[in-house]
């Protein structure tokens, strides 16, 4: 088991507006408040203030463009099944330093099973992701064994949860 600590995080209690609020701003996060209140029914400053409370509590983590991964010639979806050597906090921190500072590197789960992480990569091209493999992935101290799976096709991508 690898230790990765995280603070706790403190559930606010959501009603159905909060709930519409969240999935208008799914959708599209570049709606203004003027827009999404008239969308749930409600004036603009309780619709604001509704806003800014679930952004201070982090139910609202950051607003993001989503980016098709191929019209900027990052195409290739390579998911890394990854084993430490060790499984303590030392050798925990070491490998979750190196994942949060490779850009290569979109998403880091730690799993159960039979491997200890999963991580999702996306690079150009076969070569650039075998020097990325080679280079990077296999400079980090303590990986033990690695399975790498290509994606062939994305089915469904979203990051939408409402």
């Keep these: 088991m690898v230790n990765t600590e995280q603070p706790e995080k403190v559930i606010i209690s ?4 909060d709930y519409e609020i969240l999935r208008l701003l799914e959708e599209n996060a570049k709606l203004t408040v003027r ?3 008239a969308l749930i029914h409600l004036s603009a400053t309780p619709t604001h203030e509704r806003i800014k409370r679930m952004e201070k509590s982090g139910v609202i983590k950051q607003y993001a463009a989503i980016v098709d991964k ?3 010639g990052k195409g290739m979806i390579v998911l890394c099944m990854i ?3 060790e499984h303590n906090k030392k050798a925990g921190a070491v490998f979750i330093k190196a994942m949060l500072e490779f850009k290569e590197v979109v998403e880091c789960y ?3 099973g ?3 992480f999963m991580v999702k990569i996306v690079s150009e091209n076969m ?3 075998h020097n990325f493999f080679v280079n990077k992935l296999g400079e980090v101290k303590g990986i033990g064994q690695t399975k ?5 096709a994305a089915i469904k991508e979203t990051h939408n949860l409402m």
């Design 35 to 37: 827009e999404i209140a």
């Design 70 to 72: 191929q019209m900027v």
């Design 127 to 129: 070569e650039s992701y």
């Design 83 to 85: 084993t430490l050597r």
């Design 110 to 112: 730690n799993i159960s």
């Design 148 to 152: 790498s799976i290509f994606v062939m």
């Design 14 to 17: 959501l009603d159905a507006k």
């Design 114 to 116: 039979d491997f200890d």
